[in-house]
C-alpha cells in the first residue's frame, strides 16, 4: 500500500479475505451461519413489528375520540363545556 490509508483496502484484497474464509470454514458452515443469521434478523423485526400495535392502537382511540362519534354527534351550537371554576 503506497501512500494509502490505512483501512481502505482494494476489492482484491476483500476477495483474497473472502477467500481465505471460505476455505477456512467451509461453505457448508458458512451457509448455516448466514441463515441463522437471517432468522435473527427476522425474529427481531416480528418483535418489533408486535410492539408497535399498542401504540397504534392507542393513537387510533385517541383519533376517535378526538374527531370521532363524539364530536359529531352534537350539533355544532350545542357544544358542552366545562363549568366555570
Do not use: C, N, Y
Not at 473472502?18 to 432468522?39: A, C, Q
Not at 397504534?56 to 352534537?74: L, P, W
Request: aromatic share 6%; proline share 6%.
Amino acid at each position: 500500500m503506497s501512500g494509502g490509508v490505512m483501512g481502505s483496502f482494494s476489492i482484491w484484497h476483500w476477495l483474497v479475505v473472502l477467500l481465505l474464509v471460505v476455505l477456512v470454514f467451509g461453505t457448508k458452515k458458512l451457509k448455516g451461519v448466514g441463515t441463522d443469521l437471517g432468522e435473527a434478523v427476522k425474529g427481531f423485526k416480528k418483535g418489533v413489528r408486535e410492539g408497535e400495535p399498542e401504540q397504534t392502537s392507542t393513537d387510533d382511540a385517541s383519533v376517535k375520540r378526538i374527531g370521532g362519534a363524539d364530536a359529531q354527534s352534537a350539533p355544532s351550537g350545542s357544544r358542552q363545556h366545562p363549568p366555570p371554576a
